[in-house]
């Protein structure tokens, strides 16, 4: 079955305690990304990836880092994390200009 | 810099009847195109449906509908016979050739299906 998967999809850390959230995706798409979901604010894009090895800032990147190794996988990494990072993440993938496959996206609160 | 609005945070509607949404979009670019996706408590993005801009026919699915005004840069969308499995959040989506597969959202509109 063609799928997204995030891990974990809860998590509650604390502000300054580096945490990784991972992303893995079954079907070979060269495209992949993050957002984070904000209330009201509907969701915006951190960073993404278009291959292996190329990776680039999307709208909110700050506190963010991101790395693409390997095709399949894309964390996203949160060096010393902050309440307002407190968001619904999201990691998507797809082929280059095909329609966007979501996971099922990871709760973080950071006290 | 493409922005997209959605004007009403939140709309109930009886099962059984219509509701629209409202998106608004803002872009110079030509060649785009539009989605609408449901993100129901489960929080999954579910894509409802998608609009290629040069195409001057609505698209639909099912009991979803969009009327696409280009001119007016107006994407709304209508859901007949709403269900209860309806309820969620509605969020209009933008993207162009250029952008590659990065997507532009609105604020969302929550739907609330009632018996």
């Known amino acids: 079955e063609a799928q997204v998967t995030q891990n974990p999809r809860y998590l509650i850390t604390v502000t300054g305690k580096k945490l990784t959230v991972t992303c893995s995706q079954n079907m070979n798409h060269e495209y992949m990304s993050w957002y984070r979901q904000d209330p009201g604010l509907g969701l915006r894009q951190i960073y993404y990836s278009m291959n292996v090895e190329v990776t680039d800032k999307g709208d909110v990147p700050e506190g963010y880092k991101v790395s693409r190794k390997e095709k399949r996988n894309f964390p996203l990494i949160l060096e010393s994390p902050s309440p307002n990072q407190t968001s619904l993440y999201f990691c998507a993938s797809s082929h280059i200009n095909e329609k966007l496959l979501f996971g099922s996206g990871t709760q973080l609160s950071v006290l | 810099a493409q922005t997209v609005t959605q004007s009403q945070p939140e709309m109930s509607v009886q099962e059984a009847e219509t509701v629209t949404l409202s998106c608004t979009y803002d872009?110079?670019?030509?060649?785009?195109?539009l989605f609408w996706y449901k993100q129901p408590p489960s929080r999954q993005m579910i894509l409802v449906i998608r609009q290629e801009a040069y195409k001057q026919q609505n698209a639909t699915e099912n009991r979803f509908s969009v009327n696409f005004q280009k001119a007016a840069k107006s994407f709304s969308l209508k859901i007949s016979d709403s269900q209860l499995g309806d309820t969620a959040m509605y969020f209009c989506a933008f993207t162009h050739k250029a952008a590659g597969n990065k997507l532009t959202f609105g604020g969302g509109t929550r739907v609330l299906v009632k018996p």
């Open positions: 872009t110079s670019e030509n060649n785009y195109y």
